[in-house]
């Protein structure tokens, strides 16, 4: 998993040597604000942006709601990036999260709403939710399950101050989950 406060030609750097061993690449598309190099989306696997980031990509804004705008905005992303099985992670703040794979096949994850556990500080969300996408993908292969614990791992952290700091224990997304009354 990367995301764009590296430096991109690091990134690319990163993202052939991962992809020469087979491996997937992430590329969370928050930080800088610059444009992408067309050589590091060819490496990803998955690109996750939010609602800001995709339009950014485009050039243009989209309405992700609309599942047929996503799609089409989806397949005219992986036509200028010349990367056809890139697939899409999109945040979407309190709305949830979607997956969109690389046959247009979209799964959502509403957000949680749990009324004992308050919202104090969004900073820091997005990355944890692609950190914790990440991992538990990694662990499980599980796109529903992974795309659950990402949402309960996110909703967690924005009960806390800071970024790095509010990112939750394993063992506090699970509780969460329990909250939701949700299981993995």
């Known amino acids: ?5 590296i430096n991109d030609e690091v990134n690319i750097y990163a993202a ?5 061993l087979g491996l997937g690449v992430i590329l969370d598309l928050g930080g800088q604000d610059i444009e992408l190099k067309q050589e ?4 990803c696997t998955i690109v996750s942006p939010n609602e800001t980031e995709i339009t950014r990509l485009l050039k243009r804004p989209i309405n992700v709601f609309n599942d047929e705008e996503l799609k ?3 397949d005219e992303i992986r036509k200028v990036y010349q990367n056809n099985n890139l697939e ?3 945040k979407l703040g309190s709305k949830g999260c979607l997956f969109l794979d690389k046959s247009n096949n979209i799964l959502k994850q ?4 749990i009324e004992s556990m308050k919202i104090v500080d969004t900073t820091g969300a997005g990355d944890c939710f692609t950190g914790s996408f990440t991992s538990y993908y990694s662990k499980t292969k599980n ?4 795309l659950l614990f990402a949402t309960a791992a996110a909703y967690k952290s924005i009960t806390r101050f800071g970024a790095s700091t509010s990112c939750p224990t394993y063992d506090e997304v699970l509780e969460v989950l329990s909250l939701a009354n949700e299981k993995l």
Do not use: D, H, P
């Not at 590091?40 to 490496?43: D, K, V």
């Open 1 to 5: 998993m990367m995301q764009r406060e």
């Open 16 to 20: 052939k040597k991962a992809r020469e």
């Open 72 to 74: 089409l905005s989806c």
């Open 40 to 43: 590091l989306i060819q490496n």
């Open 110 to 113: 509403k957000a949680f709403k």
């Open 143 to 146: 796109l529903e399950k992974s």
């Open 88 to 90: 899409f992670l999109v």
